[in-house]
């Protein structure tokens, strides 16, 4: 097993369990104890966990795993999620984009489809995240805009007050949101109150909201809200989620989408 593979497993488990010992964690992995206390040193020095003796525990009280560490969980399902999502979107529209990984997902969806291969623009993307745009920029018929702000090194996002002047001058067809949590009585939200807000703006100035989120993301909740479910008109989800929550989403006025 290669580093990176090990300290995506063992930041995994961290963040499922809230601590690990290091006898747990090179027994999980099938590694050695002396490998298992350098990863978590080294981890430690990066500040993405706290070493204590004998093991670690989760950085901070609202622990977010880091984009680059959280591409490969349940990648099938936001394969099949952004497929659908894709799906929804007209060419000639204007579809505003939020970090995360089933949003880029999303976008690597778009860039396949056949049909927007041509336009002037085939579809205009609005983003705040930077390995959005820059997946699609090399896409010509494609028309990026990219938010101003501070660049946010767990999710790519542009945050701040600097992304506000690019948002209250546009609006946009379809807003598809990347959450870390989506429920019926507390709405979308995600781990960061800076970029709830853009996510937040982007969702006002558009016609229409689709919450891109796999079953894990439903019932749950996070610290910061972005918009009401009643915000929301469509749910794009996977097969693994529950027909009572499949049926309180749409007691909810949502349309609900599983794949």
Not at 104 to 111: D, G, I, M, S, Y
Not at 123 to 131: E, G, K, M, Q
Not at 183 to 205: F, K, M, S, W, Y
Request: charged share 25%; proline share 3%; with cysteine.
């Amino acid at each position: 097993m290669s580093r990176d593979a090990r300290w995506k497993s063992l930041l995994e488990l961290l963040v499922e369990r809230g601590r690990l010992d290091v006898e747990e964690a090179a027994a999980e992995l099938g590694v050695s104890a002396a490998t298992i206390r350098r990863d978590f040193d080294q981890l430690a020095e990066q500040q993405m966990l706290v070493r204590t003796r004998g093991g670690a525990v989760v950085h901070g009280v609202s622990y977010e795993l880091p984009l680059r560490y959280k591409t490969a969980r349940r990648a099938s399902e936001k394969q099949r999620i952004a497929k659908a999502v894709a799906d929804l979107v007209a060419p000639g529209e204007a579809v505003g984009l939020t970090g995360g990984t089933t949003t880029t997902e999303v976008a690597r969806a778009l860039a396949v489809r056949g049909d927007l291969g041509s336009g002037s623009p085939a579809l205009t993307v609005v983003t705040n995240a930077l390995n959005i745009a820059n997946e699609l920029a090399v896409r010509p018929q494609f028309k990026i805009v990219v938010t101003g702000g501070v660049a946010r090194p767990q999710s790519y996002e542009l945050i701040g007050p600097l992304a506000d002047g690019v948002l209250a001058q546009i609006t946009i067809d379809v807003a598809v949101l990347g959450v870390v949590a989506f429920d019926v009585t507390h709405g979308a939200a995600a781990h960061d109150e800076a970029e709830a807000a853009i996510n937040r703006l982007l969702c006002e100035r558009a016609e229409r909201v689709i919450v891109a989120a796999d079953s894990s993301k439903l019932g749950q909740r996070a610290f910061a809200r972005i918009c009401a479910v009643d915000a929301v008109n469509t749910l794009v989800t996977d097969t693994a989620a529950t027909p009572e929550t499949v049926r309180r989403f749409e007691e909810a006025g949502l349309r609900v989408i599983t794949v």
